[in-house]
């Protein structure tokens, strides 16, 4: 797919928004699931917490008192992560009334001192570094042991949030490979998408090809509902095409009849005196006829060279043509060599093809000493063929070269001709959209170089 393709906007746009959707829905996943796992962290650090306050607050007791083992004994092991403290809030007492076993003779860093506001059970929750610099998630109440008029103590509870990392960690990994696999799937899903959706409009580019190389008329087949109308236009446009062609070349075969008969009629009145006006005018009447055809031709060819569908076989015609100047030029020994390319196709009409090459080959022939080369095939580009016609004659200078190609422009009397053919070539070649140049020939002679649109 080419960056400036429909295709390639298609799947860049759902790309993007897959690569944007995913990361996101990872993210909020990932927030929900941390939240989920600390809430569960946490309401196993509440049941601790109020077994703690239900072992050491005794009915009518002002201060709590020597709590019972809370069934386990992860509170007893030293620097486990699991710990538990009791602490007055009022006063000036440094250390906590009770401790776990586990914290020896540290105390934790409650979410009171930090600044975490209590909820409406008066909890609060946070995060804090233990003993040994270990990761804590720390759950604290206030716990009034006399009721409302009796001093405030602080009953924590805290665990090691390795637990919820490592949940966490987890989760993570599998959220990242499913969202991996789920992106790649989209993606996949997303190409196929595009060029399922779009291979209507390949087909119509293979049709169109077909068309333009001659192997169809016009675009057949069942195409989806929104591309039926494109179909329609097409076929019209070029049934159009076809009619404006078909038009123009009547107009100019008409145009031909009626200019031609009153021109032979004058030739045949003329040729039956015999005084210097009638031979001037027999003379002028066939530079009149020659301009005439020139002229016609040239339209005629203008009128058909953007039609649809009119190729020819290079190779056929230059055969063809060897054949004829090999029977006409069998007196001289002249040796004309033909080279082309397998399966090269001329975008264009037979007859206009013949004509150029023709005109270039009869005017290599009449210079050539005993050779004439003619080589056919594609250029770097994939679009357009060159022909090349060498010759081993006197070839031309280069200010001789440009006059050549001017129409009527003879630069020898002595070989027959009207001047016309290399102007003729130029102008056929510019009408197709190519190129004629001449260039002296690595033979010794002319070249003739004509550049022409490949089918």
């Not at 200019?259 to 005084?275: G, H, W």
């Not at 070269?401 to 056929?428: C, H, N, Y």
Request: aromatic residues 6%.
């Amino acid at each position: 797919m080419r960056p400036n393709s429909l295709a390639f906007r298609l799947f860049a746009s759902a790309a993007a928004w897959t690569l944007v959707v995913l990361p996101v829905t990872a993210f909020l996943l990932l927030s929900l699931y941390r939240h989920a796992v600390e809430r569960s962290f946490d309401a196993r650090l509440n049941v601790y917490l109020t077994s703690l306050v239900a072992s050491t607050t005794a009915e009518g007791a002002s201060t709590p008192k020597a709590p019972a083992n809370l069934g386990e004994p992860v509170f007893a092991i030293p620097f486990s992560g699991w710990y538990w403290q009791i602490k007055p809030l009022e006063g000036a007492a440094e250390r906590p009334l009770f401790v776990s076993d586990s914290l020896l003779d540290q105390q934790l860093k409650l979410p009171s001192q930090e600044g975490v506001a209590a909820d409406q059970h008066l909890a609060r929750r946070a995060y804090a570094r233990g003993p040994q610099d270990q990761r804590l998630r720390v759950v604290e109440r206030e716990i009034r042991p006399a009721g409302a008029q009796s001093a405030p103590y602080s009953y924590a509870v805290a665990g090691d949030a390795a637990e919820i990392d490592k949940d966490l960690a987890e989760f993570r990994m599998m959220l990242i490979a499913a969202l991996g696999v789920l992106g790649l799937g989209l993606v996949v899903a997303t190409l196929f998408q595009v060029r399922f959706g779009l291979s209507p409009l390949r087909a119509i580019r293979h049709d169109l090809a077909a068309i333009r190389s001659g192997e169809a008329e016009r675009l057949e087949g069942e195409l989806p509902t929104e591309i039926q109308p494109l179909q329609q236009e097409l076929n019209a446009l070029i049934q159009s095409n076809r009619e404006i062609v078909d038009r123009a070349r009547t107009h100019v075969g008409n145009l031909a009849h009626a200019l031609k008969t009153p021109l032979s009629v004058i030739t045949n009145e003329a040729r039956e005196r015999d005084d210097p006006l009638a031979s001037k005018v027999i003379e002028q009447a066939e530079l009149m006829r020659i301009q005439i055809t020139h002229h016609l031709d040239r339209a005629r060819v203008a009128a058909r060279a953007g039609a649809i569908g009119d190729t020819t076989d290079v190779d056929g015609v230059l055969k063809g043509l060897k054949r004829a100047l090999d029977r006409i030029h069998g007196s001289r020994a002249l040796e004309l060599t033909v080279e082309s390319s397998p399966g090269l196709k001329f975008q264009g009409e037979k007859q206009d093809f013949e004509e150029m090459v023709g005109n270039l080959l009869d005017n290599a022939c009449k210079w050539a000493k005993c050779h004439v080369w003619v080589r056919a095939g594609r250029c770097d580009g994939a679009g357009n063929f060159e022909v090349l016609v060498d010759d081993d004659g006197p070839g031309l200078t280069g200010p001789d070269r440009a006059k050549a190609v001017k129409r009527g422009q003879r630069l020898d009397e002595t070989k027959p001709g009207s001047g016309l053919g290399l102007s003729i070539v130029a102008d056929l070649a510019h009408l197709y959209k190519g190129r004629f140049e001449l260039e002296p020939s690595p033979q010794g002679g002319l070249r003739a170089r004509l550049n022409l649109p490949a089918a």
